[in-house]
């Protein structure tokens, strides 16, 4: 299994910047997608965006498309995640995952095996 350990949540004003990571360990030979994930307060966790590693396609939830933007540095076992132009409505605890799919169902939590612990991301108005 995959470890992964998320950083750089925080508070932000709205319209401003924030970049999360998630650094993977152990077995990150078995995955071959990244996602991210968030969830507010009394809702469901949903789907934010996700990464192919191989060759670094994207997916995005509609409303944070031009808005963020994942990443990943393969030397590093890390994903990102930079979110530009932060409202108040995108305050979450955000989590990535990991694991093996395909792509098309990237979507999916259920297609994930591993989940770093969460952080949190206030954006005030």
């Known amino acids: 299994q995959v470890q992964l350990v998320e950083s750089g949540g925080g508070l932000v004003q709205a319209g401003g910047p924030l970049r999360l990571s998630c650094a993977a360990s152990?077995?990150?030979?078995?995955?071959?997608?990244m996602g991210w994930f968030r969830q507010a307060p009394g809702k469901e966790r949903e789907f934010v965006a996700a990464i192919r590693w191989s060759d670094e396609s994207t997916y995005y939830k509609d409303s944070v498309k031009g808005r963020f933007t994942i990443s990943r540095d393969n030397a590093k076992n890390t994903g990102y995640l930079q979110m530009n132009s932060l409202k108040p409505e995108d305050t979450a605890v955000y989590y990535c995952a990991a694991g093996n799919m395909w792509f098309l169902l990237a979507r999916n939590s259920n297609r994930y095996d591993s989940w770093g612990q969460g952080t949190q991301v206030t954006v005030s108005s």
């Open positions: 152990g077995r990150t030979f078995g995955y071959n997608a």
